[in-house]
């Protein structure tokens, strides 16, 4: 598995509405200090993934800012559920949780065996 970077709609669709897989989506900007800090987790946790991906957006860019709305983003880093192109909203969360993240990356590997 790897780290994803979308910057458009059609990425978003592509990697994240269409994927049958599991999926977490993170909302981020390079200049946001817990942005990093959970780029960096997510870097350990790909490698130990099994048949779910990570997509990272950065709302920084111009192509990402209208899906950021559109999806209700209001702060970041905000960190989304997809399971067959729809939001699971009771693994989403904004902000770095360590113990939300560890429900969501269990989550997503139970739904991908």
């Known amino acids: 598995m790897s780290i994803i970077h979308v910057k458009d709609q059609a990425g978003f669709d ?10 977490l989506v993170d909302f981020y900007a390079d200049w946001c ?34 899906i950021a709305q ?8 905000a960190v989304f559920f997809y399971y067959q192109g729809k939001l699971d909203s009771a ?3 904004t902000g770095f949780d360590q113990a939300k993240l560890q429900k969501a990356v269990d989550h997503a590997s139970s739904l991908a065996k």
């Not at 800090?37 to 990570?54: M, T």
């Open 70 to 77: 559109s999806h209700g983003v209001s702060g970041i880093p």
């Open 33 to 66: 200090p817990p942005c990093k800090a959970l780029g960096k987790v997510f870097e350990q946790l790909i490698e130990e993934s099994n048949g779910w991906n990570i997509v990272k957006l950065n709302c920084d860019d111009a192509g990402v800012k209208s």
């Open 14 to 23: 592509k990697e994240v509405l269409k994927a049958q897989k599991p999926v």
């Open 91 to 93: 693994h989403s969360f």
